[in-house]
């Protein structure tokens, strides 16, 4: 476009005109043209061809309206628009234009109304500038700045919701409840630390990646009553059906048989149009709660078995059973035998395929004396091996069978505590942890003392109540046989008093010499003496069943008693057609309580004459070897049956079963009494149906040799 | 072996005791009662085997030698003494005493009041 300076100069009117019809033409950047008053194209140039594509000749004659879109052809726009020029003498807009390709531009249009010198309207001058790509830049900007804008803020949103997100991760995967995700199809999608140490696996990703079938592979799952528990009654399953369940599930893991228990809710995650998306599952486990529980559970029981029963041995049994599988994979129950070796009175265990092997084990390694048992025992101290390593195997079993099958047998944490009874131990009971993986702490050790303390008391009120027993049987023994030997001489008092008094009622009295009557009441004192020698042997006895017999020493001879013995029985054994001799050697004098002395030869000497009536009795007193003196008493009655001759010495036995002869079962028992209360020893040799030789040996003793140490009980 | 006033009839008294047997057997005596006294089963056995049998048989059980139950058995070996009325007299246990298949069982301590009340039943001439 030329300057307005290169106007300058031009002359006149005409040329001036001229040029601007040069300018009109040749202007590229502007269409510029001019409507005749009916708004028909009356001139066309340069810029309208290349603006609005469109050659002059196909655009001369024809309506301005060809260059606008169909609507605003329709609405009537193109008269519109030279109305409002006519009328205001001009008209500017800017809008969109079609070209002659159909394509649109956008214009910038001046549509002024034509009047010549004289004022008379003439047409229309149009003159339009294609501003498409301005605008295109100008909307693009606008785009660019709203997308921006957009985009500022989807960045925003998003690093928003993962914050969010990354919040809860962080509290789902550190929250104590397990919590895993399935997807419609039953995958999981989600699971946090818990769940997967609830599934044994190292990591939520590590459980993730691995399939429904693997993770269902590592363990049985269970309803608390151990029965299983079908999958797709699993509270996860069932809210994937819409379903909100909250159920007890018991894992138990197969490789080590280790249970764990959960409370497990599934709830739905609902679509926005209400259809199920995903189920949501939460572990909350009370192991710990359970095994306490059965803990406790396990104490009530087995304190229920040992209260149940005496025999404290059948109790021992149902104890070590119960304790499997609540506190022990393996339980055993050792008692000390008198010699101090130790018998297996019981073994439990989870596998009862595997009792018999613990059986074997014991058979083949007793106990060392180093041992953990034994130092239980030693200690009367609970121990506790919270872990078996392989090194302790390794240092504690020296046959390498035994450490293979403790390895096989897995060992991995053992208890023992004691048995006591009166401050001694009697016995050990033995907790193992094996294939339940469990490791023993204090507080099981706590438990299992608790039971040891229970099993020990139960088995001291066992023997309490069976020493008891064995006492009122023993005293009423007694009872019937003092009742029995009391009778004969009451018997002759009786009849003695009753036929007197009957005689004096009838008159028959009279009949009765006087020496009579004198040999009468002779007799009555006699019995009365028997009954009243009798009835202080009772109480001698009673006596010294409690308390220590007490000796009143003096320079006795044995011999000399053994002859004042012999000449009591002696009427009654010549009666009865037999002989009873006496033989005497050396020195028989030592310091002893004469009448025990006495009554302890009277026992043996009557004891022979009882059962050995008719027969030759032989009574021998000699001095024995250093220091002693020797009395034996021999007759040749039935004998002893062997079985008997241990026992003959107790309280209220008899050598004899026979109900012929009378007698308390006490001569022997005091016989014995009498002699071990000097430091002496009796003994008895006896072959049934040849007869018996009873033999003392008594210490001479010294004057203040008061020798008396025997407990009643012994 | 005490022997009483009059008749044929005569108690047989088994007891090894010797003052029960003796006061017993002068207490019967007393009574009117000719009597019989031994000391164990065999003198009794031996006794009947050789006299004419009482009317009744007052026995101890628990007695050296033969005992009351031996005798019993003994006794009912011969068809002449089984017929012979036994009275057991015993500190024993009535199931015990029952063992030696007795017309009646007395419990020991005796008193002369029964004794007599049950020597009458099998002897009812003896007392005067």
Redesign the interface.
């Known amino acids: 476009m030329a300057a307005p300076e290169d106007l300058e100069g031009i002359g006149g009117d005409h040329e001036a005109a001229d040029l601007l019809s040069l300018l009109a033409e040749q202007v590229v950047d502007y269409a510029i043209y001019v409507l005749d008053p009916d708004g028909r194209i009356a001139s066309w140039n340069a810029g309208a061809q290349r603006i609005k594509g469109y050659a002059a000749r196909e655009v001369i004659g024809k309506p301005y309206a060809i260059f606008f879109t169909e609507e605003d052809r329709l609405a009537g726009k193109p008269n519109r628009i030279l109305s409002e020029a006519r009328l205001h003498g001009r008209y500017r807009e800017e809008g969109w234009r079609v070209r002659k390709d159909g394509s649109r531009l956008w214009a910038s249009v001046v549509v002024t109304a034509l009047h010549d010198r004289r004022g008379l309207f003439r047409g229309f001058a149009k003159i339009t500038r294609d501003l498409t790509e301005h605008r295109q830049a100008e909307e693009m900007a606008r785009l660019a700045a709203a997308d921006q804008a957009a985009r500022r803020q989807a960045e925003l949103d998003q690093r928003e919701t993962r914050r969010a997100r990354d919040q809860l991760n962080l509290i789902l995967r550190s929250i104590a409840e397990g919590v895993m995700v399935q997807a419609k199809d039953g995958s999981f999608v989600f699971a946090n630390e818990a769940a997967a140490r609830l599934c044994e696996f190292d990591s939520p990703e590590a459980l993730l990646s691995a399939t429904r079938e693997e993770i269902f592979s590592k363990f049985d799952v269970l309803r608390d009553d151990g029965s299983p528990f079908p999958l797709k009654e699993l509270p996860g399953r069932l809210a994937l059906q819409g379903t909100t369940s909250t159920a007890i599930v018991r894992f138990r893991t197969r490789r080590t048989g280790q249970e764990r228990w959960s409370f497990v809710s599934g709830a739905p995650v609902l679509d926005a149009d209400g259809t199920v998306a995903l189920s949501v599952s939460v572990f909350r486990e009370f192991t710990e709660r359970r095994r306490t529980e059965q803990a406790w559970q396990f104490l009530a029981d087995a304190s229920a078995a040992l209260a149940a029963s005496l025999d404290f041995e059948a109790t021992l049994k149902r104890v070590a059973e119960l304790a499997v599988p609540v506190i022990a994979d393996w339980s055993g129950v050792d008692i000390l035998a008198p010699d101090g070796s130790l018998e297996q009175l019981a073994v439990a265990h989870i596998d009862p395929s595997k009792r018999d092997l613990a059986k074997e084990w014991r058979r083949h390694w007793p106990p060392p004396p180093e041992g953990m048992i034994y130092q239980v025992i030693r200690s009367l101290q609970p121990q506790l091996v919270p872990e078996i390593t392989p090194a302790m195997i390794e240092a504690g079993m020296t046959d390498p069978e035994q450490r293979r099958l403790a390895f096989d047998l897995g060992l991995r944490s053992v208890m023992v505590v004691p048995l006591v009874v009166g401050q001694k131990a009697i016995g050990t009971l033995t907790f193992v942890a094996a294939e339940s993986g469990r490791r023993y702490e204090s507080q099981d050790l706590i438990l299992a003392t608790e039971i040891g303390r229970r099993a020990s008391l139960a088995i001291e009120n066992a023997r309490a109540y069976s020493e008891a027993r064995q006492a009122i049987l023993t005293r009423d023994n007694f009872l019937a046989i003092a009742s029995h030997e009391l009778r004969t001489p009451l018997s002759g008092l009786t009849i003695l008093i009753s036929s007197l008094a009957r005689a004096a009622a009838s008159g028959r009295l009279e009949k009765l010499s006087t020496e009579a009557l004198k040999e009468r009441f002779a007799r009555a004192e006699r019995q009365l003496v028997h009954l009243r020698r009798l009835v202080d042997r009772l109480l001698d006895v009673s006596h010294l069943s409690t308390r220590d017999l007490r000796l009143d020493l003096e320079l006795t001879d044995l011999a000399e008693i053994a002859r004042e013995v012999i000449a009591r029985f002696e009427d009654t054994v010549l009666e009865n057609g037999g002989t009873i001799e006496l033989r005497a050697t050396g020195a028989t004098l030592g310091w002893w309580d004469r009448s025990r002395l006495d009554q302890m030869v009277t026992n043996l000497v009557g004891n022979a004459v009882k059962y050995g009536l008719g027969a030759p009795i032989t009574v021998t007193a000699s001095a024995g070897a250093s220091g002693h003196v020797r009395l034996t008493v021999r007759d040749e009655g039935p004998g002893i049956p062997f079985e008997h001759q241990n026992r003959i010495f107790e309280q209220y036995e008899r050598a004899t079963e026979s109900e012929s002869l009378p007698g308390m079962g006490l001569g022997l028992w005091l016989v014995r009494r009498i002699v071990t209360a000097h430091g002496g020893a009796v003994n008895v040799d006896s072959v049934p149906g040849e007869g018996s030789t009873f033999s003392v040996l008594l210490p001479v003793g010294t004057m203040a040799s008061p020798t008396e140490t025997e407990t009643p009980s012994s | 072996m005490t022997s009483g006033a009059h008749s044929s009839e005569y108690i047989l008294v088994v007891e090894d005791?010797r003052?029960?047997r003796?006061?017993?057997c002068?207490?019967l005596i007393?009574?009117g009662y000719s009597v019989v006294c031994v000391e164990n089963g065999r003198a009794a056995l031996g006794h009947l085997l050789a006299n004419v049998p009482p009317c009744i048989i007052l026995l101890d059980?628990?007695?050296?030698?033969?005992?009351?139950?031996?005798f019993r058995s003994e006794m009912l070996k011969f068809p002449a003494l089984a017929s012979v009325p036994v009275v057991v007299?015993t500190?024993?246990s009535a199931a015990?005493a029952a063992a030696a298949a007795a017309k009646a069982i007395l419990y020991?301590?005796?008193?002369?009041?029964t004794?007599?009340g049950t020597v009458q039943e099998y002897c009812p001439h003896g007392a005067a």
Do not use: H
């Open positions: 005791d003052d029960v003796e006061t017993l002068e207490a007393l009574e059980l628990m007695m050296p030698v033969m005992d009351g139950w031996t007299m500190a024993a015990r020991k301590p005796l008193d002369m009041g004794v007599v």
